[in-house]
């Protein structure tokens, strides 16, 4: 049996599975506070805590073990490391995870290892064409085309939630006019809402009982989604749409017959072709598996 370590380093949580490279089986995970800030001479804590994980694995493996990590920010084009990554998880930017570690480790960005566990064990699997969007505090996302994921030239691609539905609103953290982000993440729903809803959860049990005000702007934040997974279809051209993140796993069935509703108005289908919409499987494992799967594409 082949194994490899998936590393899912998080701003709160490291997420880490052992996995069965044959089977796409996780075997054994673990999860562990990630400490961001804290450190141990120039050592952040988390790259330590990755170490006593490795080993734990490794103990029950019995033997050396390649890791594969995903991380927030930029992993530059070799994949030895986070090239970018501003403001926070503190040591993370250039940090030589190999070296670190004394063992082969491919790195990627957290969003673009997303995408590959659900194309190696997920709601992508088979597939060759694909896109995600993960719905949460902000919008991420991730491109598979042809069979590969597009990373780009600086490892920007996939940054779906950064583009502009309304030209005339304001810029977000991207200097993005108008993005997906705003029209649906969770940290512009004091906005949107008016101040009436502490998160986008509270606005859905508000939308479930039948408040008016809820539907108004839960309807019209899903109808700017329906308009941008549109426009995606029609760049990206992909067999199947993967939705996943915190609001749409509470979401449902909430976010998911609207979408399809406003997608047969918005949606272009020559010959009848219609991209599947569907939620993202794996939850959080889809990073840890996707470390490895990036991992086996480097062997």
């Known amino acids: 049996m082949s194994f490899s370590i998936g590393i899912d380093l998080g701003g709160t949580n490291i997420k880490a599975a052992l996995v069965d490279t044959a089977s796409a089986r996780t075997l054994a995970t673990l999860s562990k506070t990630t400490r961001d800030g804290e450190f141990d001479g120039n050592t952040p804590r988390f790259a330590l805590t990755v170490r006593e994980i490795v080993h734990e694995f490794e103990a029950q493996a019995g033997q050396k073990l390649r890791v594969g990590l995903s991380a927030p920010g930029l992993a530059n084009p070799e994949g030895h490391c986070i090239d970018w990554m501003p403001g926070r998880m503190h040591g ?10 004394e063992r082969d480790c491919r790195v990627l960005n957290d969003a673009h290892a997303a ?12 597939t060759q064409d694909a896109f995600m969007l993960t719905l949460g505090t902000g919008v991420g996302g991730a491109i598979w085309s042809g069979g590969r994921l597009l990373k780009g030239k600086i490892g920007r691609a996939g940054h779906l939630g950064h583009i502009t539905i309304d030209a005339n609103a304001a810029c977000d953290d991207f200097n993005t006019p108008g993005s997906l982000e705003a029209a649906i993440g969770n940290q512009t729903i004091a906005q949107r809402g008016e101040g009436r809803y502490v998160s986008t959860l509270a606005l859905l049990d508000a939308f479930s009982a039948g408040d008016k005000h809820a539907a108004k702007v839960w309807l019209t934040s899903v109808r700017h989604l329906a308009a941008a997974v549109a426009s995606l279809i029609n760049v990206l051209d992909p067999e199947v749409v993967i939705i996943g993140g915190g609001i749409a796993t509470g979401a449902g069935e909430r976010l998911f017959a609207p979408l399809q509703q406003a997608l047969t108005g918005f949606e272009w289908r020559p010959g009848g072709h219609q991209a599947r919409i569907v939620p993202a499987q794996l939850g959080d494992s889809a990073g840890c598996l996707g470390s490895v799967f990036n991992l086996l594409q480097h062997s």
Do not use: H, N, R
């Open 115 to 126: 995408l590959l566990g659900e194309v190696w064990a997920g709601a992508a699997k088979d």
């Open 92 to 101: 993370l930017e250039k940090f030589a995870w190999s070296a670190f570690l």
